[in-house]
């Protein structure tokens, strides 16, 4: 027989010994596990196979402020977010199924700050048997912010808060992807602030960053929704410019930019001046790679600064000859009206069933002393864009009025009518009616005598504006004509509601107009429809006689064009009228 100590060890029998060291150890157990429950410093509960609480930890409580009778038997489900049911349920069931589970859930404290916990479940098991799920949850808040400045610092400028150069890099990436599916232009801007150094070196890089971050601002203000602008590294920025339609639009983009960072900043009571340079490459013309159109935006930047900066450069030599004519078109058409370098040529109306001159349209021409005649096609747009358009169209109106005052009283033609085009952006300006009856004061011409011709698109921009304005001018007298008619939003219903006089038939249908073609079918139909609305219509854009026959035979009621004469200057136009129908006297 062995002993230990002076109790005998039987070790075929359960002892009295072996009875108390048994249920010393369970109770040691039973409050180790109490300890570890009560103590722990991170948030403890337990829930049974329904899910309802059976038990939580002190911590549990004094961050959550329930008391704990008031949620025992209660479904933990209750003190969770909606949008979290059912993923938290997945979780519990899976533990119950022996999987260990791991996940991350926002609770909200009885202080009601939001705070991120990390939790862990795992099954209690009793006998072999699984009668619930015990709970810890670790305020890991602190943890995730943190991990989230970093993320943030790999990605974004803490100074200006832009993308920074692997943000932008990625982003230009995907953008690519996406161009090379829709097949749309992208280009890549590189805008390095010049002489900046010479900021951070006399009032220091924060006061220099300080500066930048207004001038982001005032960048950031301006750019269209489709532009990502980032900080590629001290002063020197770039940005992504997608789903532009032409060259113009990047151009007119990177001048805005130019002119933003050359006003003055003022700090400390003093003004800063400032100026940027600006290197441009376009896909797919200048790469097809993120790489590849980074490196040449840059380039082309660094040549413009070598050139004296405050400029743009593109990479190719062609867009650079164009962004060049056209930044140099409007530093001129900003002085070409004072210094009468525009002029008017007047192209006839012919009534087609007396084959007289009935009337004129007024069209502007640009004669520079340097570009020669500038085509209204590239300095119209332009006009409109800079709003330089206003003051032009006052111009043309006026002396337009005057000339043809001057051939009712003088030549004779006291019937003559003269018709000016108004751009959207003069029509809709609140002074315009203000501006026809100087006009025709100033000329002395008689209102009937006035033919306005607007597009679709101008009448319908703020359409009960328009018909409001409409109405006036023909109150007045004047007539109003819709021009390039078909090619906006043309039908029938808008028709009825306009105030009009004149509907001008657009060119392009009357090109390819001949007999058995489609266009008959739609001249056709359009000069019907205009006729049964009272109007008078006109067909611009004759270039045959087989035209001029068709519409004659379509009783279409004035014809211009080319086929019967070119826009003529006005001594020109004086002699055409003189040599054509003297029967207008």
């Known amino acids: 027989m062995k002993t230990e100590g002076n109790i005998p060890y039987y070790p075929d029998k359960t002892s009295a010994r072996d009875i108390v060291k048994l249920n010393r150890m369970m109770k040691t157990s039973d409050q180790q596990y109490k300890s570890l429950f009560e103590h722990n410093g991170d948030i403890a509960f337990s829930v049974d196979l329904l899910g309802r609480i059976i038990s939580v930890n002190p911590k549990f409580k004094e961050i959550f402020g329930f008391a704990e009778k008031k949620m025992l038997r209660k479904s933990a489900l209750n003190f969770i977010k909606a949008k979290d049911i059912e993923r938290v349920t997945d979780h519990f069931f899976k533990a119950l199924n022996g999987m260990e589970q791991t996940y991350e859930i926002e609770l909200i404290g009885r202080d009601g700050v939001e705070s991120t916990y990390l939790i862990k479940h795992i099954p209690i098991v009793i006998d072999g048997v699984r009668t619930g799920v015990f709970g810890i949850g670790r305020d890991i808040t602190a943890q995730k912010k943190a991990e989230e400045k970093v993320a943030y610092l790999a990605y974004y400028d803490p100074a200006t808060a832009l993308p920074n150069r692997q943000n932008f890099h990625e982003s230009l990436k995907v953008k690519l992807e996406e161009s090379k599916k829709s097949k749309e232009k992208l280009a890549v801007l590189f805008i390095d602030f010049d002489r900046f150094k010479l900021i951070n070196d006399s009032l220091g890089h924060l006061v220099g960053d300080e500066l930048l971050k207004w001038e982001i601002e005032r960048i950031s203000a301006l750019l269209p929704a489709n532009c990502y602008l980032a900080r590629f590294g001290g002063d020197k920025f770039s940005l992504s410019y997608t789903g532009?339609?032409?060259?113009?639009?990047?151009?007119?983009?990177?001048?805005?930019?130019?002119?933003?960072?050359?006003?003055?900043?003022?700090?400390?009571?003093?003004?800063?001046?400032?100026?940027?340079?600006?290197?441009?490459?376009?896909?797919?013309?200048?790469?097809?790679?993120?790489?590849?159109?980074?490196?040449?935006?840059?380039?082309?930047?660094?040549?413009?600064?070598?050139?004296?900066?405050?400029?743009?450069?593109?990479?190719?030599?062609?867009?650079?000859?164009?962004?060049?004519?056209?930044?140099?078109?409007?530093?001129?058409?900003?002085?070409?009206?004072?210094?009468?370098?525009?002029?008017?040529?007047?192209?006839?109306?012919?009534?087609?069933?007396?084959?007289?001159?009935?009337?004129?349209?007024?069209?502007?021409?640009?004669?520079?002393?340097?570009?020669?005649?500038?085509?209204?096609?590239?300095?119209?747009?332009?006009?409109?864009?800079?709003?330089?358009?206003?003051?032009?169209?006052?111009?043309?109106?006026?002396?337009?009025?005057?000339?043809?005052?001057?051939?009712?009283?003088?030549?004779?033609?006291?019937?003559?009518?003269?018709?000016?085009?108004?751009?959207?952006?003069?029509?809709?300006?609140?002074?315009?009616?203000?501006?026809?009856?100087?006009?025709?004061?100033?000329?002395?011409?008689?209102?009937?005598?006035?033919?306005?011709?607007?597009?679709?698109?101008?009448?319908?921009?703020?359409?009960?504006?328009?018909?409001?304005?409409?109405?006036?001018?023909?109150?007045?007298?004047?007539?109003?004509?819709?021009?390039?008619?078909?090619?906006?939003?043309?039908?029938?219903?808008?028709?009825?509601?306009?105030?009009?006089?004149?509907?001008?038939?657009?060119?392009?249908?009357?090109?390819?107009?001949?007999?058995?073609?489609?266009?008959?079918?739609?001249?056709?139909?359009?000069?019907?429809?205009?006729?049964?609305?009272?109007?008078?219509?006109?067909?611009?854009?004759?270039?045959?006689?087989?035209?001029?026959?068709?519409?004659?035979?379509?009783?279409?009621?004035?014809?211009?064009?080319?086929?019967?004469?070119?826009?003529?200057?006005?001594?020109?136009?004086?002699?055409?009228?003189?040599?054509?129908?003297?029967?207008?006297?």
């Open 244 to 585: 532009f339609e032409s060259i113009d639009e990047v151009i007119t983009m990177a001048k805005a930019i130019l002119t933003t960072i050359k006003q003055p900043i003022r700090y400390l009571e003093k003004e800063f001046y400032v100026t940027a340079s600006i290197g441009v490459s376009l896909y797919p013309n200048d790469g097809i790679t993120a790489e590849s159109l980074l490196k040449n935006a840059d380039a082309a930047m660094n040549q413009a600064k070598k050139l004296g900066g405050n400029r743009i450069k593109f990479y190719s030599d062609e867009m650079n000859s164009q962004a060049l004519y056209r930044i140099e078109l409007e530093s001129y058409l900003r002085k070409a009206l004072e210094k009468n370098e525009f002029f008017l040529c007047y192209q006839p109306f012919i009534d087609i069933d007396s084959d007289t001159v009935i009337g004129a349209e007024a069209l502007i021409r640009w004669n520079h002393p340097k570009l020669g005649l500038v085509p209204p096609a590239d300095f119209i747009p332009l006009a409109e864009e800079t709003g330089l358009i206003i003051e032009i169209g006052g111009w043309v109106l006026e002396t337009a009025c005057v000339h043809t005052k001057n051939w009712q009283q003088v030549e004779g033609y006291q019937e003559l009518n003269i018709s000016v085009n108004v751009s959207a952006q003069q029509f809709q300006q609140p002074s315009f009616v203000s501006e026809v009856k100087h006009a025709l004061t100033t000329s002395g011409l008689s209102a009937c005598h006035l033919h306005l011709e607007l597009t679709e698109s101008a009448m319908l921009k703020n359409a009960s504006y328009s018909i409001e304005v409409m109405k006036e001018l023909q109150g007045l007298g004047v007539k109003i004509s819709v021009d390039d008619f078909g090619t906006g939003y043309s039908s029938l219903s808008y028709l009825r509601d306009l105030p009009i006089n004149n509907l001008k038939i657009d060119r392009s249908f009357i090109k390819n107009l001949r007999a058995e073609s489609k266009d008959l079918a739609i001249v056709h139909a359009i000069i019907t429809m205009g006729k049964g609305l009272n109007l008078n219509v006109i067909a611009e854009g004759i270039e045959t006689e087989e035209q001029l026959s068709i519409l004659r035979q379509l009783t279409c009621n004035v014809a211009q064009g080319y086929y019967l004469s070119k826009p003529k200057e006005q001594t020109e136009f004086e002699k055409f009228m003189n040599d054509s129908q003297p029967s207008l006297v």
